[in-house]
């Protein structure tokens, strides 16, 4: 069965600070996906990135970078020069049997 | 987008709640979570072209159609305090040509008193 642990609950930096979101899986799989999602206090889920097991060069989005090693079984998620606006939980999550297995959540809160 | 309705509910144990769910158009495949207050979402169920498409660990009294305009319901009986939960509806291309990305509604806040 698939698992998602994000060990971190809760990080709170300020405004400016880099900050990584640990994501670590286990799957039995040879072929799956990986996504982080964004949710804020509104409660939707904002879909950031997928990435596929096979594809393990790391992507920069802006502000946002994703670190996947296969090797540790984890997809970690940096944000650079943090914003208040980031302040919500983040989920990390492994796809399943038509479905998304997510982890537990981290809440970041960043302070002005 | 993904629009849910209603926002907040409030219901009785032992009441039954309809839920709906409008996916994202051109999207055939709708899935519905649980999202207890501090977990991650929970799988419930999916349905792809009306039928059901994969089932978590969730009892019968969960229920869900979708129906031809890409609309959908879940469906909770005899709900238990443990029903209070945000739930969520995602929608996705067609699940037969692979994993797509779901993207989710704002979701509706069950209460269950």
């Known amino acids: 069965a698939q698992k998602v642990t994000q060990a971190q609950t809760e990080i709170s930096v300020v405004e400016k600070e880099d900050v990584t979101l640990d994501c670590v899986y286990e799957?039995?799989?040879?072929?799956?996906?990986l996504f982080w999602y964004k949710q804020p206090p509104s409660g939707e889920l904002v879909f950031l990135i997928r990435?596929?097991?096979?594809?393990?060069q790391n992507e920069i989005s802006g502000r946002y970078s994703w670190n996947f090693q296969k090797s540790t079984s984890s997809f970690n998620f940096t944000i650079t020069a943090s914003q208040v606006v980031d302040s919500a939980v983040y989920f990390c999550?492994?796809?399943?049997?038509?479905?998304?297995?997510f982890g537990t959540g981290t809440r970041l809160l960043v302070s002005p | 987008g993904v629009t849910q309705s209603p926002t907040h509910l409030i219901k009785t144990r032992g009441q039954q709640v309809t839920l709906r769910c409008s996916s994202q158009?051109?999207?055939?495949?709708v899935s519905w979570y649980q999202q207890a207050l501090g977990q991650g979402p929970q799988f419930i169920f999916q349905?792809?072209?009306?039928?059901?498409?994969g089932r978590g660990n969730f009892p019968p009294r969960f229920s869900g159609l979708q129906f031809p305009n890409d609309s959908s319901e879940l469906n909770v009986n005899a709900l238990e305090l443990d029903d209070s939960a945000l739930y969520l509806c995602?929608?996705?291309?067609?699940?037969?040509?692979?994993?797509?990305?779901?993207?989710f509604g704002p979701g509706t806040r069950l209460t269950v008193t």
């Open positions: 995602a929608s996705s291309l067609d699940v037969e040509t692979g994993f797509h990305e779901q993207y």
């Open positions: 799957t039995r799989d040879t072929t799956y996906y």
């Open positions: 990435r596929n097991s096979f594809d393990e």
């Open positions: 999550a492994l796809t399943g049997f038509q479905k998304l297995v």
């Open positions: 158009s051109g999207h055939n495949t």
């Open positions: 349905y792809y072209r009306e039928e059901e498409n």
